[in-house]
């Protein structure tokens, strides 16, 4: 049997992925854990053979509870449950020893088999998740939004950033309001932003502008 813990703080995830998991002739969910802090006491205290770990979660997230859930049961494979929009993790999860990743979304057929894939020895990817990581690794592991913003953009965020209205990033470059807008408006739709505020906090966490 494949001894499975879950690690999600949405008890309705960790529901629908124990009921599936469970229907496996090979699989036991042994624990769940709804933040980091419960994660990593349940792997010390069921020595999982597979852990599903979410990125974002209360009190300890689940990058900082990768080498701590890596300490607390060396044997365990840690697979890594993403989201779009959280590219800027996945290398700091591979360096902290996720064995692979996979898609929320990710139909449950391919969680079984990652699952079995990860036991094994090997290393489980979503298709999206491969084709981001891919990119990535071909651009020298620079933040894909990164490219993605025009130089233009780019300095339409930096005076977002210190704070300037459109009316005034219109008269500092020249252009029209309504291009203002639109720049904005491409801005957070490529880093995956609900507004101004959240995208400069987002661009400096992925360091296209510098932090604070």
């Known amino acids: 049997m494949i001894r499975v813990l879950i690690a999600d703080d949405h008890a309705v995830v960790r529901q629908g992925l124990r009921t599936y998991l469970e229907l496996q002739e090979d699989m036991e969910v042994v624990a769940e854990a709804a933040d980091g802090e419960q994660a990593v006491a349940a792997a010390t205290r069921h020595a999982p053979d597979v852990v599903l770990l979410d990125l974002v979660m209360p009190r300890l997230d689940g990058l900082a509870a990768l080498p701590r859930l890596r300490d607390a049961a060396p044997a365990a494979r840690i697979l890594v449950l993403t989201s779009f929009g959280e590219d ?7 360096r902290g020893g996720a ?16 699952v079995r894939t990860a036991h094994a020895g090997q290393a489980p990817l979503s298709p999206a ?3 981001r990581v891919g990119e990535q690794l071909a651009d020298g592991g620079r933040p894909r939004a990164a490219r993605l913003l025009t130089p233009r953009e780019l300095m339409v965020l ?8 459109n009316c005034e990033i219109a008269g500092s470059l020249r252009i029209s309001e309504r291009t203002v807008k639109f720049h904005v408006a491409a801005i957070l739709n490529k880093l995956g932003a609900d507004n101004r505020t959240q995208a ?13």
């Open 158 to 165: 930096q005076l977002v950033a210190a704070g300037l209205s």
């Open 99 to 114: 064995a692979g990743f996979l898609l929320k979304d990710t139909e449950p057929s391919e969680l079984a088999r990652a």
């Open 129 to 131: 998740v491969a084709t």
């Open 88 to 94: 800027d993790r996945l290398f700091t999860a591979l």
């Open 200 to 212: 400069v906090a987002m661009a400096g966490r992925r360091g296209i502008l510098p932090e604070g």
